[in-house]
């Protein structure tokens, strides 16, 4: 069985919700560049103020996207990407699936869609 049948829609939906913001997908991109976990200079890397990075930081913890440890004085971040996995693999099918321009009901032509 794979992860995308592990989790509902609302679940998956949740994942998506997490990240679907630049400055989150920045944070995500600065953890997946780090071999160990890092804290405070993800404020200073992604260049927003302090109290907006711990906002996107919750959103990402409350999604297990991201884990966080107190490790005193800071709290250290790291990616979760066993969480990602059922996104990936609703992904990976829209991209492997073999429906042609012949068969779509819709499709991309000069950045518009026409539906047959």
């Not at 400055?23 to 302090?50: N, W």
């Not at 693999?89 to 009901?105: K, Y």
Request: hydrophobic letters at 40%; charged letters at 20%.
């Amino acid at each position: 069985m794979n992860a995308l049948n592990l989790v509902s829609n609302e679940q998956l939906a949740a994942i998506a919700k997490a990240i679907a913001h630049p400055a989150r997908i920045q944070i995500i991109r600065l953890l997946l560049s780090k071999p160990s976990c890092i804290g405070g200079e993800i404020t200073s890397e992604v260049g927003l103020a302090q109290s907006t990075v711990s906002e996107h930081l919750r959103i990402l913890k409350a999604a297990e996207i991201v884990t966080g440890e107190i490790e005193h004085p800071r709290v250290c971040y790291s990616l979760n990407p066993e969480k990602l996995l059922p996104l990936l693999d609703l992904l990976q099918r829209v991209a492997s699936s073999q429906v042609t321009n012949d068969e779509a009901c819709c499709v991309s032509t000069n950045d518009k869609m026409v539906c047959k």
